[in-house]
């Protein structure tokens, strides 16, 4: 006996792609209508915002600005370290001719050709030159640690500056709304039709793009007969033009209005015809059991009861009500625990207009 369970249901894409506004904006066109084949790259449709434009172009301007600056402040830092090298040139050389002078005096002073004070002198004012001289060579060097800073400072606002500029850029362009997946456009707007002129809120959906190659069925199956049902479980989809084989990926964890949804994967190719909400039937396959006495399921034959039903006897002339004791169920037969044998013909219609009775002549 295999054991089953049914469930109604329809077909819907696995891959779906909500495409949402990025900014507020108002529909100046629409180049495609739902049920139209898309690729990713294709314009759905168009939309205007004057003030993100503005602000674009406000942007591109800002950072022209600070490319300029840029360009500007390497021109000026490099102005200033060549004046300051100069300088640190010109005061080694001074230096120098200082050094030359106070030995040159120093000698003269020992042939007693000038006097003591000459000679300190110029051994003062070479020392004092040759102490500008090392203060200078460390301006320098804080001068080009100063250049370094002030340039990565202005790079970091020219950076940032860009950023804008592309984050704007990018905006404006997304005003062209495009499909971003292969498939087929759904839907225009979330729950009516976008049209020309209407305004758009940033975040509202604008469009609803499937890929209708890649289905799933989505089985709702009643929360009695769902407790069993379990994933990998082998499935079969009837979709009124062909019946494809799958097999359970998904079980919605609750209830809902007395049924649990239940997704299931298409592992056979789609026949003709097969397209998103579809209206399908699809049957769950829950266990093959092997050595026991089923029949098919009588009107009120409810798992793991007991309930009376009308066995024939006297080869089909008559009918006498017995107990027969239920276990499981499927969606056509019910496995018979007690009160039943293989080859016993019973009643499976209702038979409640017959309560008062125990024995029943067949015409």
């Known amino acids: 006996m295999l054991r089953d369970v049914h469930g109604n249901g329809v077909l819907l894409p696995e891959e779906i792609r909500w495409i949402p506004a990025m900014n507020a ?5 629409i180049y495609v209508q739902p049920g139209a084949a898309v690729s990713a790259d294709t314009v759905i449709l168009d939309l205007s915002n004057p003030e993100l434009v503005q602000a674009a172009f406000d942007a ?7 490319d300029a600056q840029s360009s500007k402040l390497k021109v000026q830092l490099d102005s200033e370290r060549l004046a300051a090298e100069a300088t640190v040139a010109g005061l080694k050389a001074d230096c120098s001719v200082a050094k030359l002078d106070a030995e040159a005096d120093a000698e003269l002073f020992k042939d007693k050709l000038v006097d003591r004070l000459t000679a300190a002198r110029s051994r003062t004012k070479a020392e004092q030159l040759a102490i500008r001289c090392a203060i200078e060579d460390k301006r320098l060097i804080t001068l080009a640690e ?23 850029k990018q905006q404006v362009e997304l005003l062209k709304v495009r499909a971003g997946l292969d498939g087929v456009l759904q839907k225009l707007g979330d729950t009516i039709q976008l049209q020309v002129g209407q305004q758009i809120a940033a975040g509202a959906n604008l469009a609803r793009v499937a890929n209708p190659r890649r289905l799933k069925a989505e089985l709702k199956v009643a929360e009695t007969q769902a407790k069993d049902i379990e994933l990998k479980q082998v499935a079969s989809v009837d979709t009124r033009n062909g019946i494809i084989p799958g097999r359970v990926v998904r079980i919605d964890p609750a209830a809902e209005n ?11 190719d789609l026949p003709k015809g097969a397209r998103p909400d579809l209206t399908v039937d699809g049957t769950i396959q829950l266990e093959k059991l092997e050595d026991v006495v089923y029949v098919g399921r009588p009107v009120h034959g409810e798992a793991e009861s007991t309930v009376s039903l009308f066995k024939l006897v006297e080869n089909g002339k008559a009918a006498i009500r017995v107990p027969v004791k239920l ?34 002549r067949i015409n």
């Open 25 to 29: 904006g108002r529909v100046e066109n």
């Open 258 to 268: 007395g049924t649990v949804k239940v997704d299931v994967a298409l592992e056979g």
């Open 327 to 360: 276990g499981r169920t499927s969606v056509n037969f019910v496995e018979v625990l007690d009160g039943l044998q293989p080859g016993d013909q019973i009643i499976l219609t209702d038979m409640s207009q017959w309560d008062g009775h125990d024995r029943l």
């Open 60 to 66: 591109e301007w800002a950072l022209k600005a600070a």
């Open 146 to 168: 100063s250049e370094r800073a002030q340039v990565a400072a202005q790079e970091a606002e020219t950076a940032r500056a860009r950023a804008v500029y592309e984050l704007k």
